[in-house]
């Protein structure tokens, strides 16, 4: 009886520290090929201000693909706000683990955090531009990119 009860009280304090996605759009690529000229676009609105959320690039790649990692460039623009350009290198893979994201089969998915911590967002519409900035251009064995946002829950 004990052991049932210290289970559902762990259960219950992990489904009381959830994410809610509220937001995610991934732009398929034509032939498997990412094109440093196409750079995927998102807008999103956050109407509640009081909540905490968390922002990840979302990658999808074949076993195929020949990196440990993918260089974006990321541009933000807030509501009211000027855009922001950032250059941040996804690790998705580690020497010894081999790919660091979800797989099935030869596709891998990756939900990267881009954000250090859980942010407040302003009222607004918000966009992301995605380009991928890696030296072999275009970039062979890529099928997806793109942006999630989730609702951390108190």
């Given at each position: 009886m004990k052991?049932?009860?210290?289970?559902?009280?762990?259960?219950?304090?992990?489904?009381s520290c959830d994410t809610i996605g509220i937001y995610e759009k991934n732009i398929f690529?034509?032939?498997h090929s990412w094109s440093s000229k196409?750079?995927?676009s998102f807008t999103f609105t956050i109407t509640d201000t009081n909540s905490l959320y968390q922002i990840y690039a979302i990658i999808r790649h074949e076993d195929s693909y020949r990196y440990n990692n993918c260089w974006l460039n990321i541009t933000t623009i807030a509501?009211?706000?000027?855009?922001?350009?950032q250059q941040i290198n996804l690790l998705l893979a580690d020497n010894k683990k081999g790919w660091l994201g979800t797989g099935m089969d030869d596709i891998f998915d990756h939900r990267i955090r881009l954000t250090r911590s859980p942010q407040k967002l302003k009222f607004g519409n918000y966009t992301f531009t995605?380009?991928?900035?890696?030296?072999?251009?275009p970039l062979q064995a890529v099928l997806n990119a793109g942006i999630r946002i989730?609702?951390?829950q108190p």
């Open positions: 052991k049932l009860c210290v289970c559902l009280l762990l259960i219950s304090f992990l489904i690529f034509k032939e196409i750079k995927p509501p009211n706000d000027t855009a922001i350009s995605l380009q991928q900035i890696m030296r072999e251009d989730e609702k951390v």
